[in-house]
């Protein structure tokens, strides 16, 4: 049986190896992954090997393992891997949940935006009519007040004259 420290196992600890080539099956967002890169440490090289690939100091680790730690680290790696998946998962259904919110949002704003449009319209229309009935109403006006100064120019004409007769010149 094995002893219970065994069954500890440091995933951080890794042994100095020198990068010895570009391996450009193993891909990542950034660029090819160096040969001395761990699915174990490093995030981005997990994503990139999520198919079951280890890279090659992986396999350099994992050789100098006893065949129980390997295990363990390949468990723990792919506990590791399914732990990434499932906050992946939830972190998609939140974006899902959040894109649905504002979808629903964007459909009521522009409900919104149909309604103040029609507004606009009946306010224009009103704006118009009263602006039409403004220029009517100015243009009577002048008229009418053209006519009441005909009608003091007149009635001055008239007092004058009546004046006049009322005191004749000597």
């Known amino acids: 049986m094995a002893s219970s420290s065994q069954n500890n196992f440091d995933l ?14 193993f891909l990542s967002q950034k660029d090819s992954l160096m040969t001395n890169g761990s699915v174990m440490l490093d995030d981005d090289i997990a994503a990139s090997v999520a198919k079951g690939i280890i890279t090659p100091l992986d396999e350099k680790l994992l050789a100098n393992r006893t065949d129980e730690e390997a295990i363990n680290e390949s468990m ?30 964007v459909l009521i704003l522009q409900r919104r935006n149909r309604g103040l449009q029609q ?7 009103l704006v118009d009519s009263y602006a039409n009935n403004m220029r009517k109403r100015c243009s009577e006006l002048e008229m009418n007040t053209n006519r ?17 007769i009322s005191r004749p010149e000597a």
């Open 119 to 125: 507004k606009n319209k009946e306010l224009k229309k």
């Open 148 to 164: 009441l100064r005909k009608q003091q120019e007149s009635l001055l004409l008239e007092v004058q004259k009546n004046l006049k």
């Open 76 to 105: 723990a790696l792919s506990i590791q891997c399914a732990s990434s998946n499932s906050n992946m998962a939830q972190r998609l259904q939140v974006l899902g949940t959040e894109v649905q919110e504002l979808r629903t949002q």
């Open 12 to 25: 951080n600890v890794v042994p100095i190896v020198q990068p010895e080539f570009r391996c450009s099956s």
